[in-house]
């Protein structure tokens, strides 16, 4: 023999084996907590915590945004840091169109609305327009680059709303009151807001659950395991990874339409990339690569982010106003004890990947 | 064989700095046959499959599949033309099982389609039933399930295989398939790639381009034999007439290749 066999790679340590998106094993969670939630308004309502129902809510619309972003971070390994641009640029459509709307003023001809009906749909639309030239250049990049680069792109968005003085420039816009639902529904009562971010939330985790598992899905997981071997056999895995960015998005901006409607207001901070590292910090929190643990995880950040100060205040003064200080030990906990976030903890599934 | 050569290599250089890992090397392959590239360690073989494959740009030199100029194709346009490929380190996509990383070639060659939408694709079994076929061809339909990451080396090497099968390729490209096998693993390889070279009613006889070290599978295997060194064809011609050759003994069997 001309030279010695090379020694056999080491097996990589425990592969955990990817099986799509599998709400199979954890069916009675999604039961469950589903139930849970649909039974959340009235209960708060029975206790008097009513309140609570646009934390509740809160938490369904960040969930939504997380989930989307774990599409592109656990299924595809792409780790945008920019996501909350396409969050923002959602909530910005809406209250674009309800400025122009309510001042009589116009865009291009355009006169704005308050229709939920047509101002959400847009605002989807607009955030994955944007989406297609950034993930288009953005994903010729891989690594540290792409988490670079989709931040760059944020950041130019952040600049472009603060320097829009129609929309309040870096001051932001308000709204005067919610969009206008069809069928006699009101959204200034909290609970219809409720269910509607339920239901959009619910759409998304089954979209997203069935479409991983199909060929257009096997591919975005199969160019994160392995970009070169997909490309081999043929696949073109730039273009479906630009599909699910453009997919990713546009729910994003779903999420960004009810936001504010849930806030009656939008200012760029909403765009910046320190939205962006809040909605990566929600998808480790909770899991990544599980789809509903980012849902967990935007509960558990964003409960104790109204719940921290108050404790804290209780403690001692003043105190609230550090609230992090709590916080980032209690995320690193998580990160090196629940290594597959919290959703993790709760199915008791083996430290792992996404599957 | 008559009629054109599927793959011609024209004059094709690269350079890495100053060292010239390819130095104008130019070879043909007939439809197919097998060829084989043999030489030293730092030779340039996997340099040279590289360009063919698309992972590598020459810096001169022209490369054509079946006629047609695919020097500035990207890869994944050459396999769409019929090209698959083995690397050297075994490439697969370990967190899939076994079934699903040849699924995955097949679903390559159909496209997505509607059902690409609307099935699970790990349950649709108009890609999987080709997927096991050409698992059981390799000898691993008892480990279909197994994700590869954790298959042994061996069985990643077949994996690899059942890949490229998948894909029903006009040219297989392969870069030392036997390479870290035991000694029965690699005879029934050798036997296996006999197999492949032959072709099935399925599946057109591909051409293959195999780089390998092991000399007992070259001669047994090749039509004819290419030898590298240092970045030149030294010798190409009929297996038995390179094996013959004073020069290849001397600079390259006789001497490195003593057997330990
Ligand atoms: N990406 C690279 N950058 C720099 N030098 C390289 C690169 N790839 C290969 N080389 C060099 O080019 C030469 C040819 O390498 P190549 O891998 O083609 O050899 P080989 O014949 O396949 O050897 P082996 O039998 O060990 O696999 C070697 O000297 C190697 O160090
Ligand atoms: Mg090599």
């Given at each position: 023999?001309?030279?010695?066999?090379?020694?056999?790679?080491?097996?990589?340590?425990?592969?955990a084996?990817?099986?799509?998106?599998?709400?199979?094993?954890?069916?009675?969670?999604?039961a469950?907590?589903?139930l849970?939630l649909?039974?959340?308004?009235?209960?708060?309502?029975?206790?008097?915590?009513?309140?609570?129902?646009?934390?509740?809510?809160?938490?369904?619309?960040?969930?939504?945004?997380?989930?989307?972003?774990?599409?592109?971070?656990?299924?595809?390994?792409?780790?945008?840091?920019?996501?909350?641009?396409?969050?923002?640029?959602?909530?910005?459509?809406?209250?674009?169109?309800?400025?122009?709307?309510?001042?009589?003023?116009?865009?291009?001809?355009?006169?704005?609305?308050?229709?939920?009906?047509?101002?959400w749909?847009?605002?989807?639309?607009?955030?994955?327009?944007?989406?297609?030239?950034?993930g288009a250049?953005?994903?010729?990049?891989?690594?540290?680059?792409?988490?670079?680069?989709?931040l760059?792109?944020?950041?130019?968005?952040?600049?472009?709303?603060?320097?829009?003085?129609?929309?309040?420039?870096?001051?932001?816009?308000?709204?005067?009151?919610?969009?206008?639902?069809?069928?006699?529904?009101?959204?200034?009562?909290?609970?219809?807001?409720?269910?509607?971010?339920?239901?959009?939330?619910?759409?998304?985790?089954?979209?997203?659950g069935?479409?991983?598992?199909?060929?257009?899905?096997?591919i975005?997981?199969?160019?994160?395991?392995?970009?070169?071997?997909?490309?081999?056999?043929?696949?073109?895995?730039?273009?479906?990874?630009?599909?699910?960015?453009?997919?990713?998005?546009?729910?994003?901006?779903?999420?960004g339409?009810?936001?504010?409607?849930?806030?009656?207001?939008?200012?760029?901070?909403?765009?910046?990339?320190?939205?962006?590292?809040?909605?990566?910090?929600?998808?480790?929190?909770?899991?990544?690569?599980?789809?509903?643990?980012?849902?967990?995880g935007?509960?558990?950040?964003?409960?104790?982010?109204?719940?921290?100060?108050?404790?804290?205040?209780?403690?001692?003064?003043?105190?609230?106003?550090?609230?992090?200080?709590?916080?980032?030990?209690?995320?690193?906990?998580?990160?090196?004890?629940?290594?597959r976030?919290?959703?993790?903890?709760?199915?008791?599934?083996?430290?792992g990947?996404a599957? | 064989?008559?009629?054109?050569?599927?793959?011609?290599v024209?004059?094709?250089?690269?350079?890495?700095?100053?060292?010239?890992?390819?130095?104008?090397?130019?070879?043909?392959?007939?439809?197919?046959?097998?060829?084989?590239?043999?030489?030293?360690?730092?030779a340039?073989?996997s340099?040279?499959?590289?360009?063919i494959?698309?992972?590598?740009?020459?810096?001169?030199g022209?490369?054509?599949?079946?006629?047609?100029?695919?020097?500035?194709?990207?890869?994944r346009?050459r396999?769409?033309?019929?090209?698959?490929?083995?690397?050297?380190?075994?490439?697969?996509?370990?967190?899939?099982s076994?079934?699903?990383?040849?699924?995955?070639?097949?679903?390559?060659?159909?496209?997505?389609g509607?059902?690409?939408?609307?099935?699970?694709?790990?349950?649709?079994?108009?890609?999987?039933?080709?997927a096991?076929?050409?698992?059981?061809?390799?000898?691993?339909?008892?480990?279909?399930?197994?994700?590869?990451?954790?298959?042994?080396?061996?069985?990643?090497?077949?994996?690899?295989?059942?890949?490229?099968?998948?894909?029903?390729p006009?040219?297989?490209?392969?870069?030392?398939?036997?390479?870290?096998?035991?000694p029965?693993?690699?005879?029934?390889?050798?036997?296996?790639?006999?197999?492949?070279?032959?072709?099935?009613?399925?599946?057109?006889?591909?051409?293959?381009?195999?780089?390998?070290?092991?000399?007992?599978?070259?001669?047994?295997l090749?039509?004819?034999?290419?030898?590298?060194?240092?970045?030149?064809?030294?010798?190409?011609?009929?297996?038995?007439?390179v094996?013959?050759?004073?020069?290849?003994?001397?600079?390259?069997?006789?001497?490195a290749?003593?057997?330990?």
């Amino acid at each position: 023999m001309p030279h010695a066999a090379p020694p056999a790679p080491p097996t990589p340590p425990d592969p955990a084996p990817d099986r799509g998106p599998g709400p199979r094993r954890a069916w009675w969670l999604i039961a469950g907590g589903g139930l849970a939630l649909v039974a959340l308004p009235g209960l708060l309502t029975a206790l008097g915590q009513d309140f609570y129902i646009q934390l509740a809510t809160r938490i369904l619309v960040y969930g939504l945004a997380a989930a989307s972003l774990d599409v592109l971070i656990g299924y595809g390994g792409l780790v945008s840091f920019g996501h909350a641009a396409f969050v923002g640029l959602g909530s910005y459509v809406v209250a674009a169109a309800f400025h122009h709307q309510t001042t009589g003023t116009s865009l291009f001809g355009w006169t704005g609305t308050n229709d939920a009906l047509v101002a959400w749909p847009l605002a989807m639309a607009v955030s994955a327009a944007v989406a297609v030239p950034i993930g288009a250049i953005s994903l010729r990049t891989a690594g540290i680059q792409f988490i670079m680069i989709t931040l760059a792109f944020s950041q130019m968005l952040y600049f472009l709303a603060v320097s829009l003085r129609t929309y309040g420039g870096a001051d932001g816009l308000a709204l005067w009151y919610p969009s206008r639902l069809p069928f006699g529904l009101d959204l200034n009562d909290p609970t219809t807001l409720y269910y509607i971010a339920l239901g959009a939330l619910a759409l998304f985790l089954a979209l997203a659950g069935h479409l991983l598992r199909t060929r257009f899905g096997r591919i975005l997981r199969g160019a994160r395991d392995n970009d070169t071997r997909m490309q081999a056999i043929g696949f073109a895995t730039g273009r479906i990874r630009l599909a699910w960015f453009v997919l990713a998005a546009a729910f994003a901006g779903l999420a960004g339409a009810l936001d504010a409607n849930l806030t009656l207001f939008v200012a760029p901070d909403g765009l910046a990339w320190a939205q962006s590292g809040e909605l990566i910090v929600m998808v480790t929190l909770g899991g990544i690569g599980t789809l509903v643990g980012p849902v967990l995880g935007a509960a558990a950040w964003l409960t104790l982010e109204e719940l921290l100060p108050e404790l804290l205040d209780g403690i001692a003064a003043g105190l609230g106003a550090h609230w992090k200080i709590i916080m980032g030990p209690l995320l690193l906990g998580v990160v090196l004890f629940a290594r597959r976030g919290l959703i993790g903890l709760v199915t008791g599934r083996p430290a792992g990947h996404a599957r | 064989m008559t009629g054109p050569p599927l793959l011609e290599v024209v004059e094709v250089t690269r350079r890495f700095g100053g060292l010239a890992a390819n130095d104008a090397v130019s070879l043909a392959l007939d439809p197919g046959s097998l060829h084989a590239v043999i030489g030293p360690n730092g030779a340039g073989k996997s340099t040279l499959l590289a360009q063919i494959a698309g992972t590598l740009r020459p810096d001169t030199g022209r490369i054509r599949l079946g006629g047609r100029d695919i020097t500035r194709l990207s890869p994944r346009r050459r396999a769409r033309l019929g090209l698959a490929r083995g690397f050297q380190i075994s490439s697969v996509l370990p967190r899939f099982s076994a079934l699903e990383n040849v699924a995955l070639a097949v679903q390559a060659r159909r496209g997505l389609g509607l059902a690409g939408l609307l099935v699970d694709a790990a349950r649709d079994r108009s890609l999987n039933r080709p997927a096991v076929a050409a698992l059981a061809e390799v000898g691993l339909a008892d480990q279909a399930a197994v994700p590869a990451g954790a298959l042994s080396h061996g069985a990643r090497r077949r994996l690899e295989l059942a890949i490229c099968l998948a894909q029903t390729p006009r040219l297989l490209l392969l870069d030392e398939p036997v390479a870290g096998m035991g000694p029965d693993e690699s005879r029934a390889t050798v036997d296996l790639l006999a197999r492949i070279a032959g072709g099935a009613d399925d599946r057109p006889a591909p051409a293959i381009l195999l780089i390998e070290h092991d000399m007992d599978a070259v001669f047994a295997l090749a039509d004819r034999v290419t030898v590298l060194v240092q970045g030149r064809v030294l010798a190409s011609g009929p297996a038995a007439e390179v094996r013959a050759d004073a020069a290849v003994r001397t600079a390259y069997l006789g001497t490195a290749a003593a057997p330990p």
